[in-house]
């Protein structure tokens, strides 16, 4: 009799030893389900670089999937608080996992989205870990929607004054924003933390679509809030296999066609000088 060792293995509760940022991890396999830590290598070159111009010692992650930034924050520094905002409760159990397998102090996961509104919204990816997944599919970059195993889950969201006073007060140093779509939306809702802390502000803004004048204006409007809030935005230019180069001042966002350009550093005016040595 033929046994298929893959499918057997899918059940099966193991970690798989890794090094990451020269530092030896474990990566759960929990249903066949694992985090990947190869992916965007320039943001754990960016983290390091900022780490080591000005020592961060608070990080949201609004948007954590699976662990991919946490496993980055973490093997930079342990002492870093690190505080994840996570909708798809399915991501729970594996975070969790992920942190106590790694002994990781100082670590937070919570079981819902950042939103300028408590609500509750459709959750909607190619499958039940996709970290493209989006509450406003319209404005990310979602395909196949008719896929096999396209999913659409409940989901919890807050505002920020909802939640705050369940957070501590420190000071947050980086905020990182990948929401597929609703960035506007969460920079609208920890606009009061944006004007206390003035954190740096990782935000992925994807391509843009010439046929939706949705996005355009949206991308506007994004826009302008921004520079309400006194920030400029950098792209985050990459040089050969996705390794950070420099950060290049722009004026408008979205209005590019490639993913290449969808990751961005939004700095306060107030701190660019701090960090002139990684602009181009």
């Not at 989205?113 to 509450?135: A, R, T």
């Not at 400029?232 to 050969?240: E, F, G, S, V």
Request: proline share 4%; net charge neutral; with cysteine.
């Amino acid at each position: 009799m033929r046994i298929n060792i893959l499918s057997k293995l899918s059940f099966l509760n193991i970690s798989i030893p890794r090094f990451y940022n020269n530092v030896l991890i474990k990566i759960p396999l929990l249903g066949g389900n694992k985090v990947g830590i190869s992916n965007e290598p320039w943001m754990s070159d960016v983290l390091q670089e900022i780490h080591s111009i000005k020592k961060i010692n608070k990080f949201y992650d609004i948007g954590a999937n699976m662990g991919q930034t946490l496993i980055k924050v973490k093997t930079i520094d342990n002492s870093i608080h690190y505080h994840a905002f996570e909708p798809n409760y399915l991501c729970m159990p594996y975070l969790e996992k992920l942190i106590k397998i790694n002994n990781w102090k100082n670590t937070y996961i919570y079981p819902f989205g950042l939103f300028d509104k408590d609500s509750i919204h459709l959750l909607e990816g190619q499958n039940d870990f996709d970290k493209c997944s989006s509450i406003l599919p319209e404005y990310s970059d979602i395909k196949h929607f008719d896929a096999k195993n396209y999913t659409k889950k409940i989901t919890s969201f807050y505002s920020y004054e909802t939640i705050k006073n369940f957070l501590d007060s420190d000071e947050v140093d980086i905020i990182k924003i990948d929401t597929e779509g609703s960035e506007l939306e969460v920079i609208k809702t920890i606009k009061s933390l944006i004007k206390k802390d003035t954190p740096l502000i990782f935000m992925e803004i994807l391509p843009f679509k010439k046929d939706n004048e949705n996005v355009i204006l949206r991308n506007q409007e994004l826009m302008a809030y921004i520079k309400e809030l006194n920030y400029i935005p950098y792209r985050i230019n990459k040089k050969l296999k996705q390794r950070f180069l420099n950060l290049e001042k722009i004026d408008s966002v979205g209005d590019h066609s490639s993913m290449i350009y969808v990751d961005h550093l939004l700095i306060p005016s107030s701190k660019v000088n701090i960090y002139k040595d990684l602009i181009v």
